[in-house]
């Protein structure tokens, strides 16, 4: 539909973590479903430029655009639920907007004015928020980090107070994401902490237009009405969010509440009722699941799930795909460098070994890889997962003593992991990362290209270091199999192994593309070798030992927690 863009401006209160990146996204889905085109963005006020140096336990996982934008965790959620693919515009921190500010005075364009966080701050922020508005959008959601409250959030509040004013009142609606906390001993559910929020958001000059209050369990109608009354909102704006079982049940939930209906009136928006049908058929898909598949994910970060957000996602896709459920059984990477290998892995129906940066637990995802090749395990490799089971297959299989990647081991004789020539002259190394999505070329006949179904396929990349090419001679003629590489055929993308249910690895990050309704091929491919290994659930197990017992329950850590070290973070590598 042509016409004004409209703005949906999402804030939380009361406390972090909230839900705020899904609430706003599961919104964006409800309007996307009623025909409406939507896009999202995402404004954090920590001042670093971007999160791409940022360590992993700090902020979780760094997810990473088409267009190669380094960006906050909440525009994977953005693209799982409006299924767009979001550029670097979608992020903007307070470090991205200072230096655009700096630069631009250091330029002369403020003609030797005093610079100030108002206008000069505030208009960038503006700027960014205007820079995704254009004729194929209908609407932009953008959601602003932090909890109202903040001192660093005060610039973007001032921003998006004036975007009202700037674009009209009819094309801005403001939603405010607050928790409604149940105090035990009372069993009671407390409104107040709303109600200070709401206060503090008002001191700044925005009046929320909706409430989504978060809650442990349901909120009852007198409550809203409460809410409604103290926070000036229309009581069938005060919309609740209690704890749902899946994360996909959001956007039904915000709809039996009204959400939706109640933003397109304040935008004055005339779209049809949302159509859910296939909205619903997933959720049904996840309640009725009749299998449960165990997946070891081999990690650095485990003590942080967040961490590996995208991944956990995929693998949750590929289950829903199969009529199963995943459970993950979160594995420290260092535990596998001793002799609890055996224990640790035999009781998994598959294993995934995502990316990472440093030396840290790369032994244990050495062993990790050697584990599955070796006993059938199906096994899938992103990123720094394919350079271990590079390296596995070089030391064990191929006999190359010592073989390493170059990164952790400058003197391996056998650097079957290496920096490409064209990259060791530049003294920035945050310049020699392959960032954003990139074409590889199929090999007919391989695993890989029967789940893609495509001889030409697009993965997004976020990585320094290579197969290296000069010792791929080596690999050649055996049961390693190059089953993709760049359309120049210089850098190998996609790696499996002869006669194995799943040994593949690749050198990008699939789990970033996946979506609840379009499982990313490679995790797919992983969970339905899973379960072909694994009998119906109830039957005795063969292959995994003695049954379910032995892997734990769903979400245990294996392992001891490792200690936040600073070779974890990005700058370490750049």
């Given at each position: 539909?042509?016409?004004?863009?409209?703005?949906?401006?999402?804030?939380?209160?009361?406390?972090?973590?909230?839900?705020?990146?899904?609430?706003?996204?599961?919104?964006?889905?409800?309007?996307?479903?009623?025909?409406?085109?939507?896009?999202?963005?995402?404004?954090?006020?920590?001042?670093?430029?971007?999160?791409?140096?940022?360590?992993?336990?700090?902020?979780?996982e760094v997810f990473v655009t088409d267009d190669g934008g380094e960006t906050d965790l909440d525009l994977g959620h953005y693209e799982r639920f409006i299924d767009e693919s979001l550029t670097k515009l979608s992020n903007a921190t307070t470090g991205s907007i200072y230096s655009s500010v700096i630069a631009a005075e250091r330029q002369g364009e403020y003609l030797g004015k005093t610079v100030q966080v108002i206008p000069h701050v505030t208009?960038?922020?503006?700027?960014?928020?205007?820079?995704?508005?254009?004729?194929?959008?209908d609407v932009v959601i953008t959601e602003i980090g932090g909890t109202v409250g903040d001192i660093e959030i005060l610039p973007f509040l001032e921003a998006i107070r004036q975007v009202r004013l700037d674009v009209g009142r009819e094309n801005v609606c403001y939603v405010h994401v607050t928790l409604v906390p149940f105090i035990g001993p009372t069993g009671e559910q407390k409104t107040k902490p709303t109600q200070h929020s709401v206060t503090e958001l008002r001191s700044r000059g925005v009046q929320p237009d909706a409430i989504v209050c978060r809650s442990e369990s349901p909120i009852s109608d007198e409550l809203k009405r409460k809410i409604s009354s103290l926070c000036d909102v229309d009581v069938m704006a005060v919309a609740n969010a209690a704890d749902a079982d899946s994360i996909y049940e959001i956007p039904l939930v915000l709809h039996e509440e009204g959400l939706d209906r109640v933003v397109c009136d304040i935008l004055r928006l005339?779209?049809?009722?949302?159509?859910?049908?296939?909205?619903?058929?997933?959720?049904?898909?996840?309640?009725?699941?009749?299998?449960?598949?165990?997946?070891?994910?081999?990690?650095?970060?485990?003590?942080?799930?967040?961490?590996?957000?995208?991944?956990?996602?995929?693998?949750?896709?590929?289950?829903?795909?199969?009529?199963?459920?995943?459970?993950?059984?979160?594995?420290?990477?260092?535990?596998?460098?001793?002799?609890?290998?055996?224990?640790l892995l035999s009781g998994l129906d598959g294993i995934v070994i995502p990316g990472g940066f440093g030396e840290r637990g790369i032994e244990g995802k050495i062993n990790a890889a050697s584990f599955a090749r070796e006993n059938g395990v199906p096994c899938l490799g992103l990123c720094l997962g394919l350079q271990v089971m590079t390296i596995d297959y070089a030391r064990n299989v191929l006999g190359l003593a010592n073989a390493h990647s170059s990164e952790f081991d400058p003197r391996t004789?056998?650097?079957?992991?290496?920096?490409?020539?064209?990259?060791?002259?530049?003294?920035?190394?945050?310049?020699?990362?392959?960032?954003?999505?990139?074409?590889?070329?199929?090999?007919?006949?391989?695993?890989?290209?029967?789940?893609?179904?495509?001889?030409?396929?697009?993965e997004r990349h976020r990585h320094r270091y290579e197969f290296n090419p000069k010792l791929r001679s080596r690999f050649e003629g055996t049961d390693?199999?190059?089953?993709?590489?760049?359309?120049?055929?210089?850098?190998?993308?996609?790696?499996?192994?002869?006669?194995?249910?799943?040994?593949?690895?690749?050198?990008?990050?699939?789990?970033?593309?996946?979506?609840?309704?379009?499982?990313?091929?490679?995790?797919?491919?992983?969970?339905?070798?899973?379960?072909?290994?694994?009998?119906?659930?109830?039957?005795?197990?063969?292959?995994?030992?003695?049954?379910?017992?032995?892997?734990?329950?769903?979400?245990?850590?294996?392992?001891?927690?490792?200690?936040?070290?600073?070779?974890?973070?990005?700058?370490?590598?750049?």
């Open positions: 539909m042509a016409g004004v863009t409209k703005h949906i401006f999402v804030t939380g209160g009361v406390a972090s973590s909230l839900g705020k990146g899904l609430s706003a996204a599961s919104l964006g889905r409800l309007l996307k479903q009623r025909g409406l085109r939507v896009t999202m963005q995402k404004l954090d006020p920590y001042i670093n430029v971007d999160p791409g140096t940022m360590n992993p336990f700090e902020h979780g208009n960038e922020i503006k700027s960014r928020i205007s820079s995704l508005v254009s004729d194929d959008v005339d779209a049809p009722e949302p159509d859910l049908a296939d909205w619903r058929l997933l959720n049904q898909r996840i309640e009725t699941a009749q299998r449960t598949v165990r997946i070891g994910l081999i990690g650095k970060y485990v003590t942080l799930p967040d961490a590996y957000l995208s991944v956990v996602e995929a693998l949750n896709h590929a289950a829903i795909h199969h009529g199963a459920s995943v459970a993950i059984e979160w594995i420290q990477a260092e535990s596998v460098e001793g002799l609890m290998v055996d224990s004789p056998w650097p079957v992991i290496d920096l490409m020539e064209s990259q060791r002259s530049i003294t920035d190394k945050g310049g020699t990362m392959r960032l954003g999505a990139c074409l590889a070329k199929l090999r007919a006949g391989t695993k890989v290209a029967e789940v893609y179904g495509n001889e030409v396929v697009s390693f199999v190059i089953a993709g590489e760049s359309p120049d055929g210089l850098l190998v993308e996609f790696i499996e192994l002869a006669d194995h249910p799943w040994w593949v690895g690749t050198q990008a990050h699939p789990e970033f593309k996946s979506r609840p309704d379009r499982p990313a091929p490679l995790f797919c491919g992983l969970v339905k070798a899973a379960l072909d290994r694994r009998p119906p659930d109830g039957a005795p197990d063969q292959a995994n030992g003695s049954g379910p017992e032995q892997a734990g329950e769903r979400g245990e850590q294996v392992g001891e927690p490792a200690p936040a070290v600073a070779e974890e973070s990005a700058a370490a590598r750049r």
